[in-house]
């Protein structure tokens, strides 16, 4: 009788995990048809289809705290295991997938993979594959910090929380395969590289199903119109971590982030807040580079005039420079909070007002006479219109 396979997808994260899975989910008849079975044996896969409660069994048992997203259940990880290896027994299918990039931080809790270790006892009967993709360490730690702000972890600047926050496994590739390679061999072990052309179309799905020798059934096949789990806006990261740090509720941390995405828009286009549509001082968009050539060969034509008598040197030398996209994002953060600051101030100096005149209507109510409602300088001098992005510090 030939030996079932279990394919065990380990994700890493960032590395369109959530996406290959919705689309397994929505293609499950086709892949069993093909016999490739995705079972719905936990109530996570059910929600969220992917089957992560086998990571967090592991853990649980383990004793982790961390990130473990609510989950409390009682299943040992050899009764939820065991569950899963009689259906792949039972079934007709000869190959099982599950996934979830959950098992990625196994690594870092060697507990947690003798635990896994015990479990592979159970199952000698089963060929288990693992598969995983990488993304280059820089790129990845990048996309796992956007990550834990979005997930509105309180977490500290990305230096910070690079050497002390962020678990080894997001930087230590040997160490997140190390107990895969050890439990199950490194023959069973399959990398493949997550890069931007996988961003592109149907590639991720193409390159995936190739693992298991299919092609994508173009016609028909359900394929995630939109990315199933989108990146936070790199630009509102420490706008909306500094809000998780100092404590603000959820309603209001998702009020400030709607403000800030809202004026990172108008800046996108070239609007300004308060300015008439089609009004604002913004021409098409040029590209630097043709900006820099533009300019050289503007400065070169000067050679010909008889009345030139410049050293163009220090000119060509002095071509414009687009801002670093750090530094940019930098000034478009202090654009809108100032912008905020003078909402509030605003806003406040507007109460103060309305207060005053209710005080001096009771007190004339009261007694027949009442102080003259004055505002002070600074109220007057506040203004009344909205600021405007341009209103940062340059």
């Not at 598969?131 to 820089?138: D, G, S, T, V």
């Not at 968009?285 to 030139?308: F, H, M, S, Y």
């Not at 309305?354 to 102080?371: K, Q, S, V, W």
Request: aromatic share 8%; net charge neutral.
């Amino acid at each position: 009788m030939t030996a079932k396979t279990l394919y065990i997808h380990i994700g890493h994260y960032k590395t369109g995990t959530t996406a290959l899975q919705v689309f397994c989910a929505g293609n499950k008849g086709w892949l069993a048809r093909k016999g490739l079975a995705y079972p719905s044996l936990t109530e996570d896969h059910k929600v969220h289809a992917k089957q992560s409660d086998f990571a967090f069994c592991l853990y649980h048992a383990a004793g982790v705290q961390t990130l473990m997203h609510g989950y409390n259940r009682p299943d040992t990880p050899k009764a939820l295991w065991g569950r899963l290896f009689d259906h792949i027994r039972a079934g007709s299918a000869p190959r099982t997938l599950i996934s979830s990039e959950e098992f990625a931080r196994l690594g870092a809790y060697p507990a947690a993979a003798a635990h896994l270790a015990r479990v592979r006892e159970m199952a000698p009967d089963i060929d288990i594959r693992i598969l995983a993709y990488l993304r280059p360490p820089q790129d990845h730690l990048r996309a796992w910090y956007n990550q834990l702000i979005k997930m509105q972890r309180s977490v500290a600047d990305f230096n910070t929380a690079l050497s002390r926050e962020i678990e080894p496994v997001h930087w230590d590739y040997g160490l997140m395969l190390r107990p895969w390679v050890q439990i199950f061999g490194a023959d069973r072990v399959t990398l493949r590289p997550y890069s931007d052309a996988l961003r592109q179309g149907d590639a991720l799905y193409e390159d995936f199903l190739a693992l298991f020798d299919l092609r994508l059934p173009r016609l028909w096949a359900r394929v995630p119109k939109e990315d199933p789990n989108p990146r936070l806006d790199d630009r509102l990261l420490d706008v909306v971590r500094v809000s998780h740090r100092a404590g603000l509720p959820p309603p209001m941390t998702k009020l400030v982030r709607d403000r800030a995405q809202a004026f990172l828009a108008q800046q996108d286009q070239g609007q300004g807040a308060g300015i008439p549509e089609g009004e604002a001082l913004f021409r098409p968009r040029t590209d630097i580079d043709q900006i820099v050539a533009q300019c050289r060969a503007g400065l070169e034509g000067l050679r010909a005039l008889p009345g030139c008598a410049m050293d163009l040197t220090p000119f060509l030398a002095a071509l414009p420079q687009a801002e670093s996209a750090e530094v940019t994002a930098l000034r478009q953060q202090i654009g809108f909070l100032t912008t905020q600051i003078n909402l509030q101030r605003h806003r406040v100096n507007q109460m103060q007002a309305d207060y005053e005149a209710r005080l001096a209507t009771l007190e004339r109510a009261l007694t027949g006479r009442g102080p003259a409602v004055s505002r002070s300088d600074d109220l007057e001098d506040s203004g009344s219109g909205d600021a405007k992005p341009d209103d940062a510090p340059k």
